[in-house]
């Protein structure tokens, strides 16, 4: 079925931007919340930002402000810029539906330097 690909993640210092990508092999249009989860080293996977119909984007305390997530259905792609980088942001960064229903990709890592 649907199958997700992270991309845009790489090495940056503190306080820089990053936009990662979020790529669907199938349509995203019938699911209703899609979402940007991170795994810090020896931590379990959280959700930091979610969009979905019928509601303001939502975010995470230790990133709002700083994050953006958004989507094109017609490109069945979610995006999530992140500015104002932070040492703490440092993970891998996955993509999936909220709650998580789909195969977990390979993710994208985000490093970032102090």
């Known amino acids: 079925q649907v199958q997700l690909v992270e991309s845009g993640g790489g090495l940056v210092q503190a306080g820089g931007s990053l936009r990662l990508s979020c790529a669907a092999s199938?349509?995203?249009?019938?699911?209703?919340?899609m979402g940007w989860y991170r795994q810090a080293p020896g931590k379990q996977r959280q959700l930091v930002a979610y969009i979905a119909r019928g509601i303001t984007p939502t975010y995470a305390d230790s990133v709002k402000g700083r994050f953006a997530i958004s989507r094109d259905n017609a490109k069945n792609t979610v995006y999530l810029q992140m500015n104002s980088l932070k040492p703490e942001d440092t993970a891998v960064y996955y993509c999936?539906?909220?709650?998580?229903?789909?195969?977990w990709g390979q993710g994208t890592q985000v490093t970032v330097s102090s």
């Open positions: 199938g349509s995203i249009f019938s699911i209703a919340a």
């Open positions: 999936n539906a909220v709650p998580s229903r789909i195969d």
